[in-house]
């Protein structure tokens, strides 16, 4: 299992999806990406909003 990234407190999660905050560190924001890129290469939440890692 992951665990949470330290640029969690820079992300906005609102009805749209998560976003990061416009005023986060530089390395918030390479963090944030580096994310996102993981759980779009590994699939989509299940109906809980998990996504399985692998």
Not at 20 to 29: G, H, M, S, V
């Amino acid at each position: 299992m992951l665990e949470y990234p330290k640029s969690y407190k820079y992300w906005n999660k609102n009805d749209t999806g998560i976003t990061i905050l416009a005023d986060a560190p530089q390395w918030a924001k390479k963090e944030f990406h580096q994310y996102m890129e993981l759980f779009a290469k590994n699939g989509k939440p299940d109906k809980h909003g998990l996504v399985k890692y692998y």
